[in-house]
């Protein structure tokens, strides 16, 4: 449905090559580039025309790179900004001199507190906490219910008080019964509201007073749209949070709400809530984050990690016999283990632009990898140079004892990397990214 | 003005009551479905156990989720030695119940138009502000900048880029062929323009015998609170199964709108099939002659291949069941979701075959701009919105006035 922002950049700067510097024209085509995908990841408009201007500014004049392409370039310096904006290192928890320490979330309805008043309280318990939950929900039907349940199946007990008292006079009694019971983390769950409901923010304001938490959480779900920025400044105004949480990161979401939300409120985000399991949950790492907004992966780490490893000009020739069709087993085989040098593959796919949606549910097995490997090593190097060879099936079974694999395998790789090497011809005449065979995952 | 609730459900048509309900018996068993040849029993366990086996096993949902096996059993407190299986409400909450015309006549009565641009809020005041001033200082149709304007207010209000650039593009071309030059008219155009995009069937088919309603949707959309605030506008008797086995008090969620509407629920114990679960309350809804089933599902995020199979599972178990059904496959959406709405709507239709959108929580500040996106996009129409928690917050869609709200009163 979109196109990543590497993708688009690339498109924008179709033909600049070389060095020298981007023209104001050039910058202009990037930055509505940068624009719409930031639009369409759900960044604020505000927030969004602040941004691009600041992109504006650094890319006007900015001088080509060799290394890299002019579109690596851009999404180089909108990196960077992000970086700015959204910090690069992740908020880790602080712990109160005097237990307990006590955590208050907040949010709107439906966005994922309860769920993460639960992952929160494993999290603390595995940093050694000893943590306690308060239900001050008093108001969905079965939210007290809920948090009970999360709390059996992790044998954290929870504070209730049923739905007939104040919210706040439940949280200052939860927090006294915790301190007696020799609890150090107290975690604070209170009813979903809407910002436009006086009342209901006037609670939350009480229940701030009365319980007087060490951290208050906003819990924000990353699908959020443009009005992510009102309702953060809301919570703001009534709840003074110091941090968010940022839920359903599992979906695919683009995410602007996180860009939002931090350059309106200068709140960073502290917790990235990814599953419906209590163990997926961690502190939020920002600099994943920008990637994912802008569809870009994280490129630059990839840029990074091939400009270490590999030698441009082998890289450049090693392209153009890929795209040449002429492309053997014996370059494959030698790609193949580059790229080893890079990292796991599942990982450095997904950094790069375009695969990364293509490859969403596809799980890459690093084993099926070696198997590839294995297979070319058991052939001659005239197979390597002439994949013709193995159509014959004597070949394929030698193969096929030598690595390990049946020969069926062998066959189905053959035929793979016929249809790679076509496809990479096709590329090279200005198709689209293929598939990767032999790498065929599961979905 | 607000679209009356007496002519959002299609119903029964004389001829369709002459030639009696669309499924007489029940269905031919295949390999999946139930064994045995398919007579109603009387056998309470009996169907118990015919609905464990009917449905595939939940192991591949189990997988995905990690929770513990089902046990094949009713839940312990479902069944009173006599009684049916479904919980029935205590007498006392029957009798709060209110019927369901005079919570519709009382809502109309205080204008839920009032109600939705009070709760599209004061964002919505700088919206309008902001759209005012651009129309206000409108001076020709070939204004670059006030087009670039009207963008902006389309974009944040969640409606998107593509579906932006197809209204104003269509707005810019009508402007120029019918010579507006008046800021009122232009308004006129422009919601006039929306309203056409987001104009579609908007019935509710409740005309079957019983009809069954498929509620899905991601996590915390409002999916349970939907069902129970439907109900209460329902033609006819209801029944709820509780299909949300996954998370935690979701059952007793909706046990507690069951209570609160006077409407039983077929629930099973957290974990189990909810496949079984939605085979077990048709049967239930047929032998109890109820209109109108209300089937729960767990949230579940679009991207997630297996709950997504599970959903899936579930439409056909009810198909094969009561072939036909179900009748209604309805989404909700956030009104505050941005653009991955899109996406959501799209697999959810792909998956599920949604007949319509619910558009909820539309009375904080977001503007549900997405829901023109969808309908524009993804062609599924909006059918209900809600605009509060209270039940009387729910709300057969009207697009005309929605976009009203959505452009304000310039």
């Known amino acids: 449905m979109f196109d990543t922002l590497g993708e688009r950049l690339n498109k924008a700067l ?430 | 003005m607000a679209r009356s609730w007496r002519s959002f459900f299609k119903r029964n048509t004389d001829e369709e009551q002459a030639n009696g309900p669309v499924v007489a018996s029940e269905p031919e068993p295949t390999t999946e479905d139930v064994e045995g040849n398919g007579h109603l029993s009387t056998d309470l366990e009996a169907v118990a156990d015919k609905a464990a086996e009917a449905v595939p096993t939940a192991e591949e949902v189990q997988a995905e989720r990690k929770e513990p096996a089902p046990a094949d059993v009713w839940e312990a407190d479902e069944i009173e030695p006599g009684e049916a299986e479904v919980s029935l409400p205590e007498p006392s909450a029957v009798e709060e119940v209110q019927d369901a015309e005079s919570v519709a006549e009382r809502q109309e009565s205080e204008g839920w138009f009032g109600k939705l641009r009070q709760g599209l809020g004061r964002s919505r005041d700088s919206f309008v502000g902001q759209l005012n001033a651009a129309v206000a200082e409108f001076r020709d149709v070939e204004d670059e900048e006030f087009w670039e304007r009207v963008e902006e207010i389309l974009i944040a209000s969640d409606v998107g880029v593509p579906t932006t650039a197809k209204l104003v593009g269509e707005l810019e071309q009508e402007a120029l062929e019918s010579s507006i030059t008046s800021g009122a008219e232009l308004r006129e155009l422009m919601i006039e323009r929306a309203t056409s995009m987001l104009e579609g069937p908007v019935e509710l088919d409740v005309s079957h015998e019983p009809t069954v309603i498929l509620m899905v949707g991601v996590n915390g959309t409002g999916k349970t609170t939907t069902i129970g605030k439907l109900s209460r506008f329902l033609p006819g008797t209801a029944m709820f199964a509780a299909g949300d086995t996954f998370r935690a008090a979701a059952i007793e969620q909706l046990q507690q709108w069951g209570e609160r509407t006077g409407t039983p629920v077929v629930a099973r114990e957290r974990g189990a099939d909810a496949a079984a679960v939605a085979h077990e309350a048709i049967h239930a809804a047929r032998r109890e002659g109820t209109d109108v089933l209300l089937i729960d599902t767990a949230g579940r995020l679009h991207t997630k291949v297996n709950l997504m199979a599970e959903l899936d599972k579930v439409r056909r178990v009810v198909e094969r069941q009561l072939p036909g059904a179900p009748h209604e496959v309805l989404m909700t959406v956030d009104a505050t979701t941005g653009q991955n709405g899109l996406r959501q709507a799209q697999m959810f239709k792909e998956v599920a075959g949604l007949t319509g959108i619910i558009l909820t929580k539309l009375d904080g500040t977001a503007k549900g701009g997405i829901a023109l996106a969808i309908a524009n996009e993804v062609g599924v129409p909006i059918k209900l919105i809600s605009v509060g928690e209270k039940v009387e917050d729910l709300h057969p869609f009207d697009a005309r006035e929605f976009a009203e709200a959505l452009f304000g009163d310039l």
């Open chain 1, 14 to 443: 179709d033909g600049v090559r070389g060095s020298g510097n981007l023209t104001e024209e050039q910058v202009k085509k990037v930055t509505r580039e940068i624009r719409l995908a930031l639009l369409e990841a759900d960044v604020n408009y505000g927030v969004v025309k602040e941004f691009v201007a600041s992109v504006r500014e650094r890319a006007t004049g900015a001088e080509v790179s060799k290394a890299l392409s002019p579109g690596q370039q851009v999404v180089k310096i909108v990196d960077e900004e992000l970086a700015n904006l959204m910090g690069s290192t992740a908020h880790k928890l602080s712990f109160a001199s005097r237990p307990p320490t006590v955590v208050m979330l907040a949010g709107l309805n439906g966005h994922g507190k309860t769920t993460a008043a639960g992952k929160l309280a494993l999290f603390v318990r595995k940093l050694g906490k000893n943590p306690y939950l308060v239900a001050c929900d008093t108001y969905r039907p079965a939210a007290i219910e809920q948090l009970q349940q999360i709390g059996r199946e992790l044998s954290v007990p929870v504070y209730t008080e049923g739905t007939g008292p104040k919210p706040e006079e439940i949280a200052e009694r939860g927090i006294r019964e915790a301190r007696d019971g020799g609890y150090d983390f107290v975690i604070i769950d209170t009813a979903g509201r809407q910002v436009v409901d006086m009342e209901m923010m006037e609670e939350i304001r009480r229940v701030r007073n009365a319980s007087k938490p060490h951290s208050v959480l906003l819990v924000l779900d990353v699908v959020t749209g443009q009005n992510a920025v009102e309702v953060a400044q809301a919570f703001q105004e009534y709840a003074d949070f110091d941090g968010m949480v940022l839920t359903k990161l599992d979906g695919d979401a683009r995410g602007g709400v996180a860009l939002s939300v931090v350059s309106v409120t200068g709140r960073p985000i502290k917790f990235a809530s990814e599953g419906e399991k209590m163990g997926e949950f961690d502190y939020f790492y920002p600099d994943r984050m920008a990637g994912r907004i802008l569809g870009m992966g994280d490129v630059l780490t990839l840029i990074e990690k091939a400009e270490q490893q590999m030698d441009r000009t082998e890289a450049e020739a090693q392209g153009k016999k890929l795209m040449s069709g002429k492309f053997t087993f014996e370059d494959f085989l030698q790609q193949m283990q580059m790229i080893k040098k890079m990292g796991p593959l599942s990982g450095l796919l997904g950094m790069v632009p375009g695969l990364g949606k293509q490859l969403k549910d596809v799980e890459i097995d690093d084993r099926q990898l070696a198997r590839v490997e294995a297979m070319i090593t058991s052939m001659t190097i005239k197979e390597r140079r002439n994949p013709k060879l193995l159509q014959n099936p004597s070949r394929a079974r030698r193969i096929a004892r030598g690595s390990g694999a049946t020969q069926q395998d062998v066959q189905k790789l053959v035929k793979q990397f016929k249809e790679m090497q076509k496809m990479m011809a096709q590329m090279g005449k200005g198709g689209g990214i293929p598939r990767i065979p032999g790498l065929s995952g599961r979905r």
